[in-house]
Nanobody, 117 residues
């Protein structure tokens, strides 16, 4: 069955870095665009970044995170990454990856990122 599993979160000081991973299985990973979202307590989820699938080579990062966050993928390993630099307390959230197939959105359980001194 389809499975997405995120890892790499944790507690980091302001200004620190983390690289999140999302491992996919049970579907043709390379064919699908992948998203990273985040959701902080009491807030709506926020799209962080997107990377295309198939033969396209396109990615985007939310304006508020450009220059600090980057998305990439390794189709040989079925993993999509989110590199996060210069982390700020407002980046604290649960981060999770998603993709959509036949109008159904699949998502992983998420990984907690806490930015605090």
């Amino acid at each position: 069955q389809v499975q997405l599993v995120e890892s790499g979160g944790g507690l980091v000081q302001p200004g620190g870095s983390l690289r999140l991973s999302c491992a996919g299985s049970g579907f043709t990973f390379s064919s699908y665009g992948m998203n990273w979202y985040r959701q902080a307590p009491g807030k709506e989820r926020e799209l962080v970044a997107f990377i295309s699938g198939g033969t396209l080579r396109y990615s985007s990062v939310a304006d508020s995170m450009k220059g600090r966050f980057a998305i990439s993928r390794d189709n040989a390993k079925n993993i999509v990454y989110l590199q996060m630099l210069d982390l700020k307390p407002e980046d604290t959230a649960v981060y999770y990856c998603t993709f959509t197939n036949d109008l159904h959105e699949y998502r992983g359980p998420g990984t907690q990122v806490t930015v605090s001194s």
